[in-house]
């Protein structure tokens, strides 16, 4: 059994339908289960050491939340992103992360603001190990949003980085993408530290932005 499956018992299920839907989720948003594959019940139970039940029932939950589609008599298909749906989900992730940083202002401390920094060198670390990196720079971007306590909203922003995690994984790692951490987030940090809540909501809504040209070219150039 793989290793990512005892993680999930330890820490994060707790019926097997939530566990069920943790595996396929983290294999999903990891690069696993790509666009297109067939998800098949029965290996996915075995896997888990569960039962096919509820393993369809988190089928169902991840086809509402776009991950997955559900075929009549055929079966379920990890579903992707075309490059419209791809801008479409980052502007998204704009506005709702600007809103986000523009709400958390005012109670970041130095503390939150070190912890940011720290974060940086943790992706800084890992700018050659693509796989590494979007983990470390999700990290960054939902501590982020968190500072803002509200967790409606941080819910909203962590299920649009789950739809497009699994296409910047793939971006980063075949495309000649340099990964870059310290100039990129380091004027979200300074935006923080200036004080003014729409400089704050501005740049991160930017920076943001600013990946979809170059994934848009890659997603259309037949790769």
């Known amino acids: 059994m793989e290793?990512?499956?005892?993680?999930f018992r330890a820490g994060f299920a707790v019926t097997a339908e939530e566990e069920a839907y943790a595996y396929v989720l983290y294999r999903i948003r990891m690069?696993?289960?790509?666009a297109g594959d067939r998800?098949?019940?029965e290996e996915i139970a075995a896997e888990i050491d569960t039962s096919r039940m509820p393993v369809r029932e988190a089928f169902r939950r991840l086809a509402s939340e776009g991950l997955v589609v559900i075929r009549p008599n055929r079966g379920a298909i990890v579903r992707g992103l075309d490059a419209d749906e791809m801008e479409e989900v980052f502007c998204m992730r704009g506005a709702l992360e600007g809103l986000a940083a523009k709400l958390a202002l005012p109670g970041i401390m130095p503390a939150h603001i070190a912890e940011l920094a720290r974060l940086i060198e943790v992706m800084e670390s890992h700018e050659q190990d693509a796989h590494q990196w979007v983990s470390a720079h999700r990290n960054f971007h939902e501590y982020l949003c968190q500072l803002s306590g509200r967790k409606r909203l941080v819910a909203q922003i962590a299920g649009l980085h789950t739809v497009v995690e699994p296409h910047m994984r793939l971006w980063l790692q075949l495309a000649d993408?340099?990964?870059t951490s310290r100039d990129d987030h380091t004027t979200i940090i300074d935006a923080i530290k200036s004080g003014d809540p729409m400089a704050v909501e501005a740049t991160v809504r930017e920076h943001i932005e600013a990946t979809v040209p170059a994934l848009r070219q890659w997603m259309t150039s037949g790769r």
């Open 31 to 34: 690069g696993k289960y790509r």
């Open 3 to 7: 290793e990512s499956v005892h993680s």
């Open 39 to 41: 998800l098949i019940p």
């Open 177 to 179: 993408k340099q990964m």
